[in-house]
């Protein structure tokens, strides 16, 4: 199985003849280019930018952290060296160390991982060992961010590249969020109405900033992950009237709309118009206020590739993430989270053929554990998540090397009070019961 990584290199080399196995083209020729390319602007006016893959076309806030110049023995050094020099990081720090791998993340990468998984679980994997001085997270800074509130207060986590945002958790900033809610206690009030119900419960998807967690935490909310998402708006809907759901919007509508919710009960919150561009009416009239949010890999499918696939592969069954576009989720014979889609492959009998909507790094990589099936994602065009892919194992050198020599490099920090008041949303959702 070609890693994404060696499969974009071969399309991008100028004299390299297509691999068949790749079936297309990546979605930006500047896949091929170091991330440190991107770390580092040309000029000090040009803005942050996630550089090339899925979300290459969203816009970075102001205060997205850059990573800064990576040193250039790691730049210049290739792939056989950096996994020579991870190994030998990793074996000088022994249990110091613990390095935690996204299911969406280059196979580089992840091969070093002692735990792959979505962002809860790795957070989770992570208390399997208190020992360890480090946890590495080669994912994005949310996911560092929820490890270290979890984590011991003695406990360093990293995050190897600190650019390695996330496209969607930056369409709901603290600021805008606190604006919408300011606006929407001023309709509703702040009083819970005769069956003690609040006029609204805030719930914010895991993938968001701790400040997000802690704004839930602070004020009667929760968060959820794509595999409880339905469980945690139940939660909600018992103690309150409507639900103000970030940053997805898919997510929301998706799992809402399942639970029964009609479409006229969720209007859409943009941040940049008064009331979110909505009347009074149909905020009174809402259930689950959806903020205008999305990811930028998975609003890429689209019924049309699903159409494709039905065609030309008859039976084949199709799953895709819930944070696809509602058209493409309705269309599909299943959608669940990156564990769901995992399991239910596995469970699977021998000769499936499955056609997958998520990121193609896990579906490359689903497809190679699982050779009893036909697996392909349901997009033939090549293009990771940008945000993970500034994780590259030259970061991941740097970082471990820095360890062994006693430095904690990029170490991910939640503030005491934003940490505190994220737990309590967090530990809402651990309580929450089906
Ligand atoms: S796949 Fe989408 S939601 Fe996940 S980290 Fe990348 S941009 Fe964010």
Redesign the pocket.
């Known amino acids: 199985m070609t890693s994404i990584n060696t499969a974009i290199q071969l399309l991008t080399r100028e004299d390299a003849e297509r691999s068949a196995a790749t079936q297309g083209s990546t979605c930006s020729p500047d896949l091929a280019r170091g991330p440190w390319e991107f770390d580092m602007p040309a000029t000090p006016d040009q803005g942050p930018d996630y550089g090339p893959g ?2 290459m076309l969203d816009t970075a806030p102001a205060a997205t952290p850059r990573q800064g110049a990576l040193p250039e023995e790691y730049r210049l050094a290739d792939d056989a060296e950096l996994e020579a020099r991870i190994l030998a990081a990793k074996e000088t720090l022994g249990n110091r160390l613990v390095i935690l791998g996204h299911f ?1 993340q280059r196979d580089e990468v992840v091969k070093h991982a002692d735990f792959v998984g979505d962002s809860f679980q790795l957070a989770n994997a992570a208390l399997t060992r208190p020992d360890a001085e480090a946890i590495v997270f080669c994912g ?1 800074h949310f996911m560092a961010e929820t490890a270290d509130i979890l984590s011991k207060p003695e406990q360093s986590v990293i995050l190897p590249n600190l650019a390695a945002g ?4 930056d369409m709901a900033d603290a600021d805008s969020v606190a604006d919408c809610w300011e606006q929407l206690e001023e309709l509703f009030g702040t009083e819970p109405d005769d069956a003690g119900r609040q006029p609204v419960i805030p719930v914010t998807y895991m ?1 968001s900033s701790a400040a997000l967690k802690a704004f839930c935490g602070r004020n009667g909310g929760i968060v959820c992950t794509s595999s409880n998402a339905a469980t945690v708006l139940q939660w909600a809907f018992e103690r309150g009237q409507r639900v103000l759901f970030f940053p997805d919007q898919h997510l929301g509508r998706n799992t809402a709309k399942a639970m029964g919710v009609s479409l006229n009960e969720m209007p859409m919150w943009n941040p940049r118009k008064v009331l979110g561009g909505n009347s009074e009416q149909e905020l009174v009239d809402s259930r689950v206020i959806l903020w205008h949010g999305f ?4 609003k890429r499918f689209t019924v049309n590739q699903i159409e494709k696939a039905r065609a030309e592969y008859p039976g084949v069954r199709v799953i895709v993430h819930p ?1 696809c576009p509602m058209p493409v989720v309705d269309a599909a014979d299943e959608a669940g989270s990156t564990d769901y889609i995992r399991k239910a492959i596995a469970a699977a009998a021998p000769g499936g053929t499955f056609a997958v909507g998520t ?1 193609i790094n896990m579906v490359n990589r689903l497809a190679a554990e699982f050779p009893q099936h036909t697996i392909f994602c349901l997009d033939p065009v090549i293009c990771p ?1 940008s ?2 892919y500034r994780i590259h194992p030259g970061y991941l050198a740097w970082v471990l090397e820095g360890l062994v020599a006693g430095e904690v490099r990029n170490q991910i920090v939640v503030e005491a009070d934003v940490a505190a008041h994220a737990r309590v949303a967090l530990e809402r959702m651990l309580a929450a019961k089906p």
């Open positions: 899925a979300s969406y994005v996330c496209s969607m958790a993938n990811c930028s890999v998975h944070e990121e998540c945000t993970m």
